[in-house]
């Protein structure tokens, strides 16, 4: 069975840091593209930020740029993202998702997902 597994999310203070993981388990993922993306009160799914297969490109969303590093493990089957400057306005579920081909921004490009880890930013 296929399971992506998140985790690192808590309660920090503005412009303090978070680092998330996602662990994938039941499949190899290391010819998968990875995201993450997140999801306030309200509000839709939005992307965060995309690493290919091989961890040789990334993306970010303008909103996170310059202060989230998406990476993969070693072992192509974790990938994490560095969270620093964290502002209230980053307070979301945060999911991981894999993709068979390329990553996207868009959440119909992924065929697994996490069920998510909260991040809470107080001001």
């Known amino acids: 069975q296929v399971q992506l597994v998140e985790s690192g999310g808590g309660l920090v203070q503005a412009g303090g840091s978070l680092r998330l993981s996602c662990a994938a388990s039941g499949r190899t993922f290391g010819s998968y593209a990875m995201g993450w993306f997140r999801q306030a009160p309200g509000k839709e799914r939005e992307f965060v930020a995309g690493i290919s297969w091989g961890g040789s490109n990334t993306d970010y969303a303008d909103s996170v740029k310059g202060r989230f590093t998406i990476s993969r493990g070693n072992a192509k089957n974790t990938v994490y993202v560095q969270m620093n400057s964290l502002k209230p306005e980053d307070t979301a579920v945060y999911y991981c998702?894999?993709?068979?081909?390329?990553?996207?921004?868009?959440?119909?490009?992924?065929?697994?997902w996490g069920h998510g880890t909260q991040v809470t930013v107080s001001s």
């Open positions: 998702a894999a993709s068979p081909s390329y990553y996207s921004s868009s959440p119909l490009q992924y065929d697994y």
